[in-house]
């Protein structure tokens, strides 16, 4: 594992497991120049809103629900004041529409009544919303808010078992291996390239790992042979 021994700082990693993270990091650097969230939104309330979406649907997808939606609910009033069944049907393709427009709903309400209408700043106060997990929070500190910020998904997730940077299948825990791990200042950048390099490289059933940039540095057992 990653850690070499555990102190009154808390767990401490080995010199030669962070020069193996910064490889990693430097060669999806290299092949993946300018992570960005490909979900398309231009204010915080917008990403908040298409991150609830995305929860069991590709990033595409939402991003065809997204721009009539946007221009249909502008504020989070807007949100809050929704007839249910006319959101479901515009949400529907998403999947699980009834209980994402029960959040989207109960968020608006939050964020109006609550907040004033603003998207809060901090992961305590956005893990207080209505759907809104760590991983949500993440997205909005790391990609709006230029907090440093760990987001794990399905594909940080397998990517970071792959290549032995946690033995955890809890994304908490994952998120505080992968903190501890990468450097304060590529939390967001970093973990953005593991999950692009898991959506478009590390697949889960078929890897393509003739083309992966660091094919010497995956411990998976499972990886084909170039």
């Known amino acids: 594992m990653a850690v070499k021994a555990k102190g009154r700082g808390g767990l401490r ?22 992570p960005r969230v490909e979900l398309t939104h231009e204010s915080p309330l917008q990403l908040l809103v298409a ?14 629900v997204t721009p009539r939606l946007f221009s249909r609910y502008p504020r989070p009033l807007d949100y809050a004041r929704a007839d249910p069944a006319e959101l479901e049907a515009m949400i529907r393709p998403t999947g699980f529409y009834r209980s994402k427009a029960r959040s989207l709903i109960a968020l608006g309400q939050a964020l109006h009544e609550r907040f004033g209408d ?3 700043r901090t992961m305590d106060e956005l893990t207080t919303l209505p759907g809104v997990g760590r991983k949500t929070a993440n997205v909005l500190l790391g990609a709006c808010f230029g907090e440093p910020a760990v987001v794990v998904d399905t594909h940080v997730k397998r990517v970071a078992q792959r290549l032995a940077l946690t033995m955890s299948d809890d994304p908490d825990v994952i998120e505080q291996d992968l903190q501890r791990l990468l450097p304060p ?5 970093g973990s953005h390239r593991l ?3 898991g959506r478009y490289t590390c697949l889960a059933r078929n890897p393509k790992c003739e083309r992966c940039p660091i094919y010497e540095e ?3 057992e499972g990886k084909r042979r170039r």
Do not use: Y
């Open 51 to 64: 991150t609830i979406l995305s929860a069991q649907c590709t990033d595409e997808r939402v991003n065809q």
């Open 218 to 220: 995956c411990r998976w």
């Open 195 to 197: 999950l692009l390099h």
């Open 118 to 120: 603003a998207v809060p």
């Open 13 to 34: 990693v080995a010199s030669g497991v962070k020069q193996r993270v910064a490889r990693i990091l430097a060669k999806l650097e290299t092949a993946i120049p300018h």
């Open 185 to 189: 200042d590529q939390w967001t950048s």
